[in-house]
């Protein structure tokens, strides 16, 4: 007897059946495509390391949304990867140490985090994705804000947006121009990341509510946002993101919320969100960083995108696939020719099996396929 417990997948865990998993294939390739064709060489990490190379790898991991265990055989902690940024990082710092720079390196698999984080309940995820390592200037961020945007729409994707941000802004400002005590920042960024202007001047953020107004579209938003340049503290990052945004030249809508940082765990001075229409929620994210290593570590820019709510829309607007069916004595030679331009095929085993009964659309007669 079968226990049906036994069979149950755990909270936020699922099977891709083969309709999902033959598009998942589909979307992963488009975007695989993309970023070898701009000189991105794939890395394959193991699932599974070390805790500490994991966490310590650039400032701000939260390894608390890891899956941790220790290690039987070592019996040090390890941990499964939530996100390949950081393994990237350590590729780059350790045994790709001595590859020239600018390097380009990308990245397709799954990643795994104990919650799900906000509406979205899957708890294993799809990432892909490309890191430029060893710069962070504005010609590094429009090189991979393009190709990410690229590679979403080779994988389908339409309607793309993208949400600039200013993942360190807090900082930057706190410092001198709009000065806070070190017990205040943390209550400042809070507020503004729930965008309650009341909640901000209680407490003490009252120089920083206008920039819960420099949001929307981005030519508006970033004249807002120059508007109320504390002193000229913003004016480099500023000029920065016009670049950023002028160098795609309209192939997606851009957005700016300056203060947003959800989701942006390492990212320093640039920070973006992607958006597809149709889509539920964010597909991608990325940003400059920088990789912890020696000193103030190497600087880098990158990009990873979560394919999965886009391949559930294109999935479900996606007709059936042809397929033949090959009778018992079939012309082999005729069979193969057929797959050689595309046809799939699906071979009877014995006189039990009909087209009908294994989904195929055609049948394989003497003049060719025929409907069924
Ligand atoms: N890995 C980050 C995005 C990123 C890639 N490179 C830089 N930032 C994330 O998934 O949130």
Redesign the pocket.
Known sequence: MSDANSDLLPEGLEDRLPRDAATATRVMRAIQTAMHGHGYDRVMPPSIEFERSLASRMAGIQSRRMFRFVDPLSLRMMALRS???PQIGRIAETRLAEAPRPLRLCYAGQVVTIKPDGLNPAREKL?C?A?LIGADNVAAAAEIVAIAIEALQAAGASGVSVDFTLPDLVDTLAEKALPLEPSQIEAVRRELDTKDAGGLRDVGGEAYVPLLYATGEFDAAIEKLSAIDAGGALASRIKALREIAASLNGTARLTLDPSERH?????TWFGFTLYAQGVRGPVG?????RIAGSGAGEA?????L?PDALIDVIAANEPAEDRVFLPLGHDRDEAARLRSIGWRTVAALSDADSAEALGCTHVLGAGGPENV
């Open positions: 996100d390949y940024t990432q994705g890191e989701g942006f765990e390492y990212q994210r990325g940003g400059t960083y880098a820019t990158g990009f990873s979560y």
